[in-house]
């Protein structure tokens, strides 16, 4: 079956920087878009970013434009979310996600599988 592991969370000082690490197994990895996504308590999840299966097409929130960077490598069936200059704004617990599409979405609904979470602090 599919199942998306993702790692690298933790707490930092705003400014700072975290790279998040997603494992994906049990699919035709190139054939999926990879999202991420997260979600603070209380509120829905919120798109951050997302790659095509080829790696070409990349789409970041507003928040995340210019300072995260998402990537991908087909060989390894892995994505990688660098995220810098955090504000404590970026504090959530982050999601990777998978959809076997060419096209991106913004919703989560439309994504199938997801990674358990890795949480993201981000102190003032």
């Known amino acids: 079956q599919v199942q998306l592991v993702d790692s690298g969370g933790g707490l930092v000082q705003a400014g700072g920087s975290l790279r998040l690490s997603c494992v994906a197994s049990?699919?035709?990895?190139?054939?999926?878009?990879m999202t991420w996504f997260r979600q603070a308590p209380g509120k829905e999840p919120e798109f951050v970013a997302g790659?095509?299966?080829?790696?070409?097409?990349?789409f970041y929130s507003d928040s995340a434009e210019g300072r995260f960077i998402l990537s991908r490598d087909n060989a390894k069936s892995t994505a990688s979310l660098q995220m810098n200059t955090l504000k404590p704004e970026d504090t959530a617990v982050y999601y990777c996600?998978?959809?076997?599409?060419?096209?991106?979405?913004?919703?989560?609904?439309?994504?199938?599988?997801w990674g358990q979470g890795t949480q993201v602090t981000v102190s003032a």
């Open positions: 996600t998978a959809r076997n599409s060419p096209i991106i979405s913004v919703t989560a609904s439309e994504y199938a599988y």
């Open positions: 049990g699919l035709i990895y190139n054939k999926y878009y």
């Open positions: 790659i095509s299966g080829d790696g070409v097409s990349k």
